[in-house]
């Protein structure tokens, strides 16, 4: 699969832009805030209706305009995939596949798998267990549509047994069958997704352990691991358990919306003991996992975006990432840096076909 084609109008920083690609090597280099993170962010966004930095779909949008619109060419098992992502002030984003709108976000997604590596990952190991928790659903999810569906589902009955709780204090009342009814449904949804959660990082763990030793080329002891209150009991008796405390609270306190993951090195955590070139390897080893994930899970080898990549490794380390896709007949990779140079010199070592792109 390979975006051969992308074109911004109002998007960010670009009035209008049109970008042909390379189907295989493709280098976004200029000067510091000239829009190269914002070009991987627009494919970003073809491919999962977001924003990979910025949440708030109104900033996406030029400044004093009030509309972007994203279109991009796909080539995918030998088809072209036409996407188009836009959004008004004040209405809906829409996300069309060859013309024809999605009724619904979550069908879209998998659908053009994609890996991001950017400067910006260190959220996972510096941010809290939300941020770690939807890296999980956001690899999972490409690849398993049932999965985000019962996630969906989870979060819903999770806000109204929440409310639910809120409407007990609130009018000094409690009535333990509609409550009984939320644990049941809740326990059925986070049974479902702990499973899949264990099984989806003891397939992980493998293949980041050899990509971080393949990076840090050094023979430290990384740990990778997954936190769940559901390792510990059943959920329904852990949701009978807790009905005093949640009373108090007022929102469920147990649950796999509480899972977290834990990043250790030498046995201790990375974010309070690892140095930052270590945090680096964990971050990129961390993200190449995913993408061998993907690529095993999905038919389709992932587009890689690698934003900033020299910020993170010298350039053999980026030279060896490059070559991914060497091996891999039809990955597509985007990478931007400041220095046409340095990038030229590392994309000429894969002697494969690439294009440059002053911006
Ligand atoms: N909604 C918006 N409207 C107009 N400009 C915007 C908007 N959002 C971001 N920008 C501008 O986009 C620029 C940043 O672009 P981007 O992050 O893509 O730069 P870059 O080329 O990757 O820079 P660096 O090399 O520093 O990482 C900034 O000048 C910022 O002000």
């Known amino acids: 699969m390979f975006l051969r084609?992308?074109?911004?109008v109002n998007y960010k920083n670009f009035d209008s832009k049109t970008l042909e690609f390379d189907p295989v090597i493709n280098c976004l280099v200029g000067d510091n805030g000239v829009g190269k993170t914002n070009i991987l962010d627009a494919i970003y966004h073809l491919c999962f209706g977001k924003s990979y930095f910025n949440p708030v779909a109104t900033q996406n949008?030029?400044?004093?305009?009030?509309?972007?619109?994203?279109?991009g060419e796909f080539e995918k098992e030998g088809r072209t995939e036409k996407i188009i992502c836009s959004f008004k002030k004040g209405s809906k984003k829409i996300i069309k596949r060859n013309g024809k709108a999605y009724e619904k976000f979550s069908e879209h997604i998998g659908f053009l798998p994609l890996v991001i590596i950017s400067p910006s990952?260190?959220?996972?190991?510096?941010?809290?267990?939300?941020?770690?928790?939807k890296f999980m659903d956001g690899v999972i999810s490409q690849s398993d549509k049932a999965y985000l569906q019962t996630l969906i589902k989870y979060n819903k009955v999770l806000v109204q047994r929440n409310s639910l709780l809120k409407y007990f204090v609130a009018?000094?009342?409690?009535?333990?069958?509609?409550?009984?009814i939320y644990n049941e449904q809740l326990h059925n949804l986070g049974t479902e997704i702990h499973k899949k959660r264990v099984d989806f990082i003891d397939s992980l763990i493998p293949i980041f352990q050899k990509q971080y030793a393949h990076i840090s080329e050094k023979d430290e002891q990384i740990t990778l691991s997954y936190e769940s209150q559901l390792s510990?009991?059943?959920?329904?008796?852990?949701l009978e358990r807790s009905i005093d405390k949640d009373r108090a609270l007022q929102y469920?306190?147990?649950?796999?919306?509480?899972?977290?993951?834990?990043?250790m090195i030498g046995?201790?955590?990375i974010k309070k003991f690892g140095s930052q070139g270590q945090q680096k390897s964990f971050l990129i080893a961390l993200k190449l996992a995913q993408f061998h994930f993907i690529k095993e899970q999905a038919s389709t080898t992932p587009i890689l975006l690698l934003d900033d990549i020299f910020d993170k490794l010298d350039e053999n380390r980026v030279s060896h990432i490059v070559g991914l896709v060497k091996d891999d007949n039809f990955g597509q990779i985007f990478i931007s840096d400041t220095h046409a140079e340095r990038t030229e010199n590392v994309v000429k070592t894969i002697h494969q076909s690439y294009k440059i792109f002053t911006l």
Do not use: W
């Open 232 to 238: 510990e009991g059943n959920l329904l008796n852990l």
């Open 121 to 133: 990952d260190r959220d996972l190991i510096l941010e809290g267990s939300e941020t770690r928790r």
């Open 252 to 263: 469920t306190s147990v649950g796999i919306h509480k899972d977290d993951l834990n990043f």
């Open 267 to 269: 046995g201790h955590p």
């Open 61 to 71: 949008i030029k400044h004093d305009t009030d509309f972007f619109v994203v279109d």
């Open 5 to 8: 084609h992308l074109s911004l």
């Open 171 to 180: 009018n000094h009342t409690f009535d333990p069958n509609t409550l009984a």
